[in-house]
């Protein structure tokens, strides 16, 4: 089984500043996803970034980064410039990849990330 | 843009009372999922749906949980005895497949008094 750790349960920035959030994770799989997802006070819950375990080159989507350490199963986000409206709950997620007829996610905790002006 | 729409956003029910919690996916995808968010706490899986049949179900998803997928366009979540620890935010969720993120609903808020 797979398990995903955030070991930071909360986390602020100042607005326009960089912040990094952490995530670990532990599986036996070589073929996975990970991902990040940004839960509003509204709840809903949307992609942030995604990254493919085969792929070396850390993904980026804008002001969203990751570092991506496979050896570590390190799975870190770092926004940059951040914007009031990244105050949000961010969950990392752990998708097997097994060719298989489920693709369920695993999510840790979650870190409450407040932006302040 | 697709999207996964739930209904209803709300729902409050009397403890013991069935609840129906619908769904209705992205309509290209074949993978469907609900997961559950009690309040303040991580999202769990609840069960997977693939080709008419479960896939997975994890050991929350009990006797008194059932999936259906009626006509080719909704995904149903039946809850048929529900108690108070039943309360939560309940996610339903799709995907294209392999290689592909899910798209998350806004939520169907389950309270049960």
């Known amino acids: 089984a797979q398990t995903v750790t955030q070991s930071q349960p909360e986390m602020s920035v100042q607005e326009a500043e960089t912040v990094t959030l952490s995530c670990t994770y532990d599986t036996s799989e070589s073929n996975y996803y990970l991902f990040w997802y940004k839960q509003p006070p509204s709840r809903q819950m949307i992609l942030v970034i995604r990254?493919?375990?085969?792929?070396?080159q850390n993904a980026t989507e804008n002001r969203f980064s990751v570092n991506f350490q496979k050896a570590a199963k390190s799975f870190s986000l770092k926004i940059s410039d951040s914007q009031l409206g990244d105050t949000a709950m961010y969950f990392c997620?752990?998708?097997?990849?097994?060719?298989?007829?489920?693709?369920?996610?695993?999510f840790g905790k979650g870190t409450l990330l407040t932006v302040n002006p | 843009e697709p999207e996964v729409t739930q209904t209803p956003s709300h729902q409050v029910t009397q403890m013991g009372q069935e609840v129906i919690l619908r769904c209705v996916p992205i309509?290209?995808?074949?993978?469907f999922y609900w997961y559950r968010q009690i309040l303040g706490q991580k999202v769990e899986f609840l069960v997977s749906f693939y080709n008419n049949e479960i896939s997975e179900k994890s050991e929350i998803f009990d006797d008194q949980f059932s999936v259906e997928r009626p006509d080719g366009s909704n995904f149903t979540l039946k809850i048929r005895s529900t108690k108070l620890e039943d309360s939560a935010m309940y996610f339903c969720a799709s995907n294209v497949g392999q290689k592909a993120e899910a798209f998350f609903g806004q939520g169907t808020r389950l309270t049960v008094v």
């Open positions: 309509s290209n995808h074949l993978y």
């Open positions: 990254q493919e375990a085969y792929k070396q």
């Open positions: 997620a752990f998708m097997k990849f097994s060719g298989g007829s489920n693709y369920k996610l695993t």
